[in-house]
């Protein structure tokens, strides 16, 4: 007979078996739901509503279990529907009445919710962890391209020179934010639900502080409706994986583009590249288009858990049951991705001279033209058409800027100077780009330093 069946008549029908077990897919939750049950046991037997002796056999069994799930010896049951009730018929059938005692002033909704927020809550470093290794993995990489000049894109034309550390420093930006957003993440998670009971807390004098504390929760979440049916910092986790997969997918389009024989910016590892079953030639970049592709998953995830909650009325309602496989999924995906990318990133290697090459061509110091001009007194929308006009002569002549010989140039301005040719060399464009964030080398020897010290000041 079911844990619930003292109401019943009839066995449920095997298909509504199928539809409402989670077993499945919650056994992955089995130590938080052991650890909740421990510090829910030893609360009730400190406050009274239990006696010592069923405490001791509680705790003694619980432990006994997840040593043997642990272990592998465990079988979980569809016929138990999911891992809490699988976890307490366990214990009953281990222990006795004592078993039956433990969900006393507790219902699988506050169980369910506690133990769902504490596997996020432990995954989330697991996760800022990979992220601070990909960001030293970019310092690393980007000290060592400080010079290299690479063409920066807008509209992907060809638009004005930077660095390749710049280019990369621009991403160990954006997943430092990434970081921030899942500790701010597990900050606001951290109230405690266990305690809610069913929907509207317990008529025996409980402690709800005790619990939280033993679990580590900043406090008891304030009000119990709230605290069976939040999910919000599942949505709230998601959202930031999100815009983590986006990071990452945008980074992921570049590297293809760069590894193409068009680009040909970059190399990948062998190890982190796969061939063709027919073409005997090709080395394709799979780990940044599966990431890139994945990114997809993790949106859907985000969708289905915001679409499962947005109509349920107060408090707990089955639906929510669908809350688990879209993070687990999301969390999987962002494990698997991180560790993968940052091992790409760090063994490629880098094509500096086609880099160069490409930023030769494409009049990406037709801006420091204009700015030449500019700061020898011309206003600079003069100076932007006096250039526009040059680059038009030199596109017809097959011909950069810099090949123009001076009497071409003082043709079309007299302010044009031997040394023009300093101020529109392409090195001398990257490096003198100074301005705070800019690529300039002691700018991006300050960016360097900085995510260094965000790396050590958010390593635990
Ligand atoms: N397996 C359920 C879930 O994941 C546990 C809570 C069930 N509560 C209930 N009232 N049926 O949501």
């Not at 056999?57 to 699988?86: R, S």
């Not at 962890?129 to 310092?139: A, I, K, M, R, T």
């Not at 040394?419 to 780009?433: F, G, H, Q, S, T």
Request: glycine share 6%.
């Amino acid at each position: 007979m079911k844990l619930w069946g003292g109401r019943f008549q009839k066995e449920t029908d095997n298909l509504v078996n199928e539809l409402n077990a989670s077993i499945s897919f919650d056994q992955r939750l089995y130590k938080e739901d052991i650890t909740g049950s421990m510090a829910h046991a030893k609360m009730l037997g400190d406050c009274g509503i239990i006696s010592k002796e069923d405490v001791a056999a509680i705790t003694e069994g619980l432990q006994g279990i997840l040593a043997d799930v642990e272990a592998g010896k465990v079988e979980f049951t569809a016929d138990n529907e999911d891992i809490h009730m699988n976890v307490e018929a366990l214990l009953t059938a281990r222990i006795g009445d004592a078993g039956k005692r433990l969900h006393t002033a507790r219902s699988r909704n506050d169980q369910v919710a506690l133990d769902f927020r504490m596997y996020v809550r432990e995954q989330i470093p697991v996760m800022v962890d990979q992220l601070l290794h990909l960001e030293s993995v970019l310092c690393k990489q980007a000290k060592q391209y400080q010079t290299a000049v690479m063409p920066g894109y807008t509209h992907l034309q060809r638009a004005q020179p930077i660095s390749f550390a710049q280019h990369l420093m621009a991403y160990a930006n954006m997943f430092a934010r990434d970081v921030t957003r899942l500790e701010d993440c597990a900050k606001r998670l951290n109230e405690c639900p266990l305690g809610s009971g069913a929907l509207a807390g317990t008529t025996y004098p409980i402690d709800r502080w005790q619990t939280a504390k033993a679990l580590e929760f900043d406090a008891p979440m304030s009000n119990s409706l709230d605290g069976v049916s939040d999910r919000d910092y599942a949505l709230e986790l998601m959202s930031a994986l999100s815009i983590l997969m986006m990071h990452l997918s945008r980074f992921s389009e570049e590297v293809i583009l760069w590894c193409s024989w068009e680009f040909k910016f970059i190399e990948l590892d062998d190890a982190y590249a796969t061939g063709s079953s027919i073409m005997p030639q090709k080395k394709n970049p799979d780990v940044a288009e599966l990431v890139r592709g994945k990114t997809g998953r993790v949106y859907g995830d985000l969708m289905s858990l915001l679409t499962v909650m947005k109509g349920l009325p107060l408090a707990y309602n089955k639906d929510m049951q669908e809350d688990k496989e879209p993070v687990f999924d999301a969390i999987d995906t962002v494990e698997m991705c991180l560790p993968v990318f940052a091992a790409m990133i760090d063994t490629m290697t880098v094509r500096t001279d086609n880099m160069r090459k490409a930023a030769g061509k494409g009049f990406i110091n037709a801006t420091d033209c204009a700015d030449y001009l500019t700061k020898k007194g011309m206003p600079f929308r003069d100076a932007y058409t006096v250039t526009g006009h040059l680059v038009a002569a030199c596109t017809a002549q097959g011909k950069t800027l810099e090949e123009l010989g001076l009497d071409e140039l003082k043709a079309v301005s007299g302010l044009f100077d031997q040394d023009v040719y300093e101020a529109i060399n392409l090195e001398n464009c990257m490096a003198l780009r100074a301005s705070y964030g800019g690529p300039a080398v002691s700018e991006t020897t300050r960016q360097i330093e900085a995510i260094e010290a965000f790396v050590t000041a958010h390593t635990k």
